[in-house]
């Protein structure tokens, strides 16, 4: 087996492990309202961003940075467009179904009261 096939390797067992549950820890920090399709390419950019430091890490091992190092660039691209691509897939189904609303500070009014009280 040759060293290149070890990284892969190395690199696809780090995404399959730990990618979904990157992906789960997401959703579940902050609901996907973009239906499957966004849930694809959260899932596909969290898997391709684990992988990214197991495939150099296992080209430094080997002695084969020059081949580990094009594999990172692919797996941190793939893993960019598929968060750009979730973005645009999120953003509007967030914004039809939890419409941005001001929080009640972006309300208030800073006096001369509050300026005194608030310990800055």
């Known amino acids: 087996m040759s060293d290149f096939m070890i990284i892969v390797l190395v690199s696809v067992g780090f995404a399959v ?27 596909i950019g969290s898997m391709s961003f684990v992988a990214l ?39 509007p189904a967030k914004n039809r179904i939890a419409p941005a609303q001001p929080s009640a500070q972006e309300d208030e009014v800073w006096t001369a009261e509050k300026a005194r009280t608030s310990g800055l």
């Open 17 to 43: 492990i730990f990618g979904p549950r990157v992906a789960q820890s997401a959703n579940r920090r902050e609901p996907i309202y973009g239906g499957l399709p966004a849930q694809i390419f959260n899932l």
């Open 53 to 91: 430091v197991p495939s150099v890490l296992a080209g430094l091992i080997l002695g084969e940075v020059h081949q580990a190092v094009p594999l990172a660039i692919g797996q941190l691209l793939t893993s960019l467009s598929a968060m750009v691509l979730f973005a645009l897939v999120e953003l």
